[in-house]
Every structure is written in structure tokens, then in C-alpha cells.
Nanobody, 122 residues
Framework: QVQLVESGGGLVQTGGSLRLSCEGS????????VGWFRQAPGKEREFVAA????????DYVDSVQGRFTIIRNNAKNTVYLQMNSLEPEDTAVYFC???????????????WGQGTLVTVSS
């Protein structure tokens, strides 16, 4: 089973940028649709962005549209989430997830990483 490992979280000021990475443990990762979710303190986990297996299709939650970009490099088994114009409301643990089914990737993907913390200071 493919394992997912996130990296790139940290502390950034309002208006700053971060790039999160999600690396898959096997070449089969390139067959998976991949999504990013986040969970802020005291809130439910929410969908942020997703990209299909070949990088041709993407989806974003309205609150990050135009600020976040999801891309993938299948040669490196890695999906990235470029986050610009960060706001304190973006503070959360960000999780990478993967599923072979596109409909599941935005709701209940089967595979999950451990998460990486993003903190945006005001």
C-alpha cells in the first residue's frame, strides 16, 4: 500500500507563502488522485484542493481559489500545494490524501498522510 508523507509546514506571517509536499512511497502513487485537506483547532477537517492522476484536472475550495495551486510531478512521486497570500484563517494541520476514485478524493479518500502544521501569524 502506498504511504504518504507530507512536509513543508511551518510558521509564516500573513501574506507569506509556503509550499507543501506530499511524497508517495511507491511508483504506483502516480496512478492516484491526490488531495489536500486541513483541520484547524476546534474545527472539522475540510477539503482544500485535489489533482487527478495525470495532473490535468484540479479542484479547489472557494476560500483558497486564486491563492493556492496544486501541481504534481509523477517522476518524483510528489504532489505540491503552493500556498500564497496566506491568512491567519489558513492556520491548520494539512493532510495529504490519495484515492484511485476521483469522486472519493474530495470526500472520503482511502489513504492519508500524518499531516504537517501550518501556522500563519497576524
Amino acid at each position: 500500500q502506498v504511504q504518504l508523507v507530507e512536509s513543508g509546514g511551518g510558521l509564516v506571517q500573513t501574506g507569506g507563502s509556503l509550499r507543501l509536499s506530499c511524497e508517495g512511497s511507491e511508483q504506483a502513487f502516480s496512478d492516484y488522485n491526490v488531495g489536500w485537506f486541513r483541520q484547524a483547532p476546534g474545527k472539522e477537517r475540510e477539503f482544500v484542493a485535489a489533482i487527478d492522476w495525470n495532473g490535468h484536472g484540479t479542484d479547489y475550495v472557494d476560500s483558497v481559489q486564486g491563492r493556492f495551486t496544486i501541481i504534481r510531478n509523477n517522476a518524483k512521486n510528489t504532489v505540491y500545494l503552493q500556498m500564497n497570500s496566506l491568512e491567519p484563517e489558513d492556520t491548520a494541520v494539512y493532510f495529504c490524501a490519495a484515492d484511485l476514485n476521483w469522486r472519493r478524493i474530495v470526500a472520503q479518500p482511502r489513504l492519508w498522510g500524518q499531516g504537517t502544521l501550518v501556522t500563519v501569524s497576524s
